[in-house]
């Protein structure tokens, strides 16, 4: 079984900062993707952030110059650096991995961590 365990959401005003992080832990050989994504109130989840373990990232368009995406593959965590936040990325985050067991890729979510952007 994997767990994954996010921390690091909060209430914080716009144009500041955020980290969020997601530890991964349990039975698997590698992680493959690990990532964020989120759903804002009343929309669908999308995604974020995405890194891959050969260290290729992939952006949501309305992140893209204000998130940074990480990893750190010695200690299975990913990371989420949050800049010059607006309230339009008040949501939930969620933290995603694809690992592999040798045999096959399983995906697996976070709970889910608030953000809340508002002055």
């Known amino acids: 079984q994997v767990q994954l365990e996010e921390s690091g959401g909060g209430l914080v005003q716009p144009g500041r900062s955020l980290k969020l992080s997601c530890v991964v832990s349990?039975?698997?050989?590698?992680?493959?993707?690990m990532g964020w994504y989120r759903r804002p109130p009343g929309k669908q989840r999308e995604l974020v952030a995405a890194?891959?373990?050969?260290?290729?990232?992939d952006y949501g368009n309305s992140v893209k110059g204000r998130f940074t995406i990480s990893r750190d593959n010695a200690k299975n965590t990913v990371f989420l650096y949050m800049n010059s936040l607006q309230s339009e990325d008040t949501a939930v985050y969620y933290c995603?991995?694809?690992?592999?067991?040798?045999?096959?890729?399983?995906?697996?979510w976070g709970q889910g961590t608030q953000v809340t952007v508002s002055s």
């Open positions: 349990g039975s698997f050989l590698s992680i493959s993707v």
């Open positions: 890194t891959s373990i050969r260290g290729t990232t």
């Open positions: 995603y991995a694809q690992t592999w067991n040798g045999i096959r890729y399983s995906d697996y």
